[in-house]
Structure formats: structure tokens, C-alpha cells
């Protein structure tokens, strides 16, 4: 049996690093008798700080669904229809044509999106583009599908726009769809509607399925307005991954969806949607009580509720930008103008014993007790990513930290 076992080649499965697994690694640097408190711009979970609570209207809904007894039992595959009916109106009121309940499949959360979404595209031989830097749950998703991964480049000094001859160069007749992410986790940029054309019509050129990932739709605060990709749908079929847990704050419900932004009804043709609806029998479902709270929640969400979480946003992101501009070894490309975080560039040669990224990350950990993520997680040798979503006193401390930290390894460094 163990030398079956052995042949399977269980211990092997191919799995790229996520920024959990850095995360582990990084907490056994940390310096424990450092009295001051660790400072988390690693990864994007504002939901333990005072200032990113989520609004009573959440909390207040999930109790009604609770207290109403008729959530305690199995949803249907898809979700809840009051749920997909909710989210469906909800999404359209950005759109130039209704979506309906039959577009709107609920997951347990966007992660579990990505999951089914290349769950159900992969197939023997068959590529996927991605973003770098990108978000690597999807990276991390492919590899556990057998699916090759081609990377195209955002680029920094467009505002980290898509390189469009890039993805024209990688794709070939085995290409199956291409990811992009806007708002963009990692680097808060936003794209423009001009932009977004360019994207749909390479996708549809190309003949591939276009997947946008927005999980921060509406999360912005820099001159760009988010337009969702889906007003495209027209052009070219699109699949809109989404969550509650980023606008919402709420990224323990585990609470996410896939739209079918396809008015033409070419992905129902094709039988991708079945194969959706195939999948979702199989899988796990969001737990039927998160489901029963979303029409409430949708209804009665404030605009006071979002407007104060971008507010927050915009000064941490203003507050960012700000210090690393004055570091002499860092730089930020583009001022963050939506989601959670930004892109800052090392400059290793003026950081003397700070070999690259990865170094810089762990020296910082324990020296400063600081947690940020290196760029080679996300694809980029010598960046970092700094998510914001902390509470604003411990970000400027954090960014203080991270001044202090460059000023005493940096090459004209006096004792
Ligand atoms: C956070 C995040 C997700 C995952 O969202 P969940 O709903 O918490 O699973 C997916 N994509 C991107 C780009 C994210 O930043």
C-alpha cells in the first residue's frame, strides 16, 4: 500500500506559494521580544479594526434571516433565488441591460468562485492568462487543475494597465480565458472605461472567455469611477467574479458569487453555464443563513456605510504614497486610487545588506516587527505589496517603521 502511495505521488501535488504559506514563514521571524505591536500590511483583512466594522445593517439582517427559521436547511445549488435575485438587481443597476436570477451563482465566497470558474474551464492542454502581479489563489487554483499558466504584465508606468501585445503574444489555440482583476489587488488601480474596450475586444479577437475578478467593485476613491466590465458583455462573454466580503467587510461570511455578463447568451450556447450548475451540485455551498441575510443586506446598506470606508481608504492610500515618496530606496508608480493596496518598488542598491525583496520582508519582520508581502509571491522580484486596510494610527506607525527600517539600512547610513 506504501509503495503505491509512493507511486501516486500524493506528496507532489503542485501547489505555487500563497500568501498564507508566506505568512507562516514570516511569522516565526518575528522578533518576540519586540514589545511593540506587529504591525499586519501583508495581507488585506480589514475586518478586526475599529474603523473597518461592518455596518449594523449586516449584522441586523443576519439575525433576521437567523430568527426567521427559514434558513436552517440545504439552499439549492445555485444559492438561494431571493439571494441571486437580489444581487442580480443590485449589479444591474451598473449596467446597461438587466441581469437576472438565472445569471447569479452564489459561492462561498470569490475564492471558492475562482475554484469553480477553473474548475470548470480546465481541460487537458489548455492555457490561462493571468495578471502579474496578480492574486495568487489563482496561481495556487490552476497548478491543482493541470493548468498551464502564461502571465501578461501590468504595467506601472500606465497607471498598471494591462499590456495588451503582451496577452496577444502568449495566447494560441490552447488559450481558454484570460483574469483581470479592477478594481486591482495588488496595486490600486482602477481602469478606465477606454482601457476596458481595449481589454474586451483583444478577448474577443482572441476568441477567449474574458473573467473579471471585482471583488473591490465600488471601492474607490482616486479620480477613475469603477465601471464594471460587465457593461462589455455585449462585445465579448464575460464571467464577474464577486463577494460581499470587501465592500461589506465581512470576509469570514464567505459569501462571494460568478455573473454571467453575456446578453448575447453565448455561454449558455457553449455550456459553460452548465457545467457551472453541474459543478455547484458538487461542491460546497455558502452556508444557507449568509444566503437568507443578502436581500436585506442589499436593501438597506447605507451610501454614509461606504462612503466612510473609501474616505478611510483615500487618507491611508493619500498617507502611503506620502511617506514612501520620501523614502530614497522605495517607490510607489502610481498613487493607489482603489481597493486595499499598492506596489512599492526596492531599489536594492541602496540598501546595502538587503539582498532583495524577500529579505527586505523578513529583515523588516524581525527588526520592526512590521508584515509585508514580497513582490515575488505576486510575480515581481524587488517589489513590495503594502496592503492598507489596517487601522490608520497603526498604519502611519507601520509606515514609520518601514522609513526607520530603510534609513538604517541604507547605504549612507551613519551610527
Ligand atoms: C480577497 C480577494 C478575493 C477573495 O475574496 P473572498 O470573497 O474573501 O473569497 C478574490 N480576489 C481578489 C482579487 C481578492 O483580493
Not at 502568449?170 to 478606465?192: E, H, Q, S, Y
Amino acid at each position: 500500500m506504501e509503495k503505491k502511495m509512493a507511486e501516486w505521488g500524493f506528496k507532489s501535488q503542485k501547489r505555487t506559494v500563497t500568501i498564507r504559506d508566506f505568512l507562516e514563514i514570516i511569522k516565526v521571524n518575528l522578533n518576540k521580544n519586540d514589545e511593540r505591536e506587529v504591525i499586519h500590511l501583508g495581507h488585506g483583512d480589514p475586518s478586526p479594526y475599529p474603523s473597518f466594522r461592518t455596518s449594523p445593517v449586516a449584522e441586523e439582517s443576519l439575525i433576521n434571516a437567523l430568527r426567521s427559521t427559514h434558513f436552517n436547511g440545504y439552499p439549492p445549488a445555485p444559492g438561494v433565488s431571493a439571494a441571486r435575485r437580489a444581487i442580480a438587481k443590485h449589479l444591474s443597476d451598473d449596467l446597461p441591460y438587466k441581469l437576472s436570477e438565472e445569471d447569479v451563482f452564489l459561492t462561498a465566497g470569490a475564492n471558492h468562485a475562482i475554484e469553480v470558474i477553473l474548475t470548470v474551464l480546465a481541460r487537458p492542454g489548455a492555457n490561462i492568462l493571468f495578471p502579474r502581479p496578480g492574486y495568487p489563489v489563482y496561481e495556487a487554483r490552476a497548478a491543482f487543475s493541470n493548468l498551464e499558466v502564461r502571465h501578461f504584465n501590468l504595467l506601472p508606468e500606465r497607471a498598471w494597465e494591462v499590456d495588451l501585445d503582451g496577452v496577444e503574444a502568449l495566447a494560441d489555440d490552447k488559450t481558454i480565458a484570460m483574469v483581470v482583476i479592477n478594481p486591482g489587488n495588488p496595486c490600486g488601480n482602477v481602469f478606465t472605461l477606454e482601457h476596458m474596450q481595449k481589454i474586451a475586444e483583444t478577448a474577443k479577437r482572441l476568441g477567449i472567455l474574458l473573467i473579471t475578478d471585482e471583488v473591490y467593485n465600488h471601492i474607490v476613491f482616486g479620480s477613475n469611477k469603477y465601471i464594471p466590465m460587465g457593461i462589455l458583455g455585449s462585445v465579448t462573454p464575460i464571467l464577474t467574479v464577486g463577494s460581499m466580503s470587501k465592500r461589506w467587510l465581512i470576509p469570514g461570511w464567505r459569501l462571494g458569487w460568478i455573473v454571467a455578463s453575456d446578453p448575447n447568451g453565448v455561454l449558455n450556447k457553449s455550456g459553460i453555464i452548465e457545467s457551472v450548475l453541474n459543478y455547484l451540485c458538487i461542491t460546497a455551498d455558502p452556508a444557507t443563513l449568509i444566503q437568507g441575510a443578502v436581500p436585506e443586506i442589499l436593501e438597506k446598506s447605507t451610501k454614509e456605510f461606504f462612503l466612510k470606508t473609501n474616505d478611510t481608504l483615500r487618507e491611508s492610500a493619500d498617507a502611503c504614497y506620502a511617506t514612501i515618496s520620501e523614502i530614497p530606496s522605495l517607490s510607489c508608480p502610481h498613487k493607489p486610487e482603489g481597493a486595499m493596496s499598492t506596489m512599492i518598488e526596492i531599489n536594492p542598491s541602496l540598501l546595502g545588506d538587503v539582498k532583495d525583496d524577500m529579505d527586505f520582508a523578513l529583515k523588516i519582520a524581525r527588526e520592526e516587527s512590521v508584515v509585508i508581502m514580497p513582490g515575488t509571491i505576486l510575480g515581481l522580484k524587488n517589489w513590495l505589496r503594502l496592503s492598507f486596510s489596517v487601522e490608520p494610527a497603526a498604519l502611519r506607525d507601520g509606515l514609520e517603521r518601514i522609513k526607520a527600517f530603510c534609513s538604517r539600512h541604507s547605504n549612507n547610513y551613519k551610527n
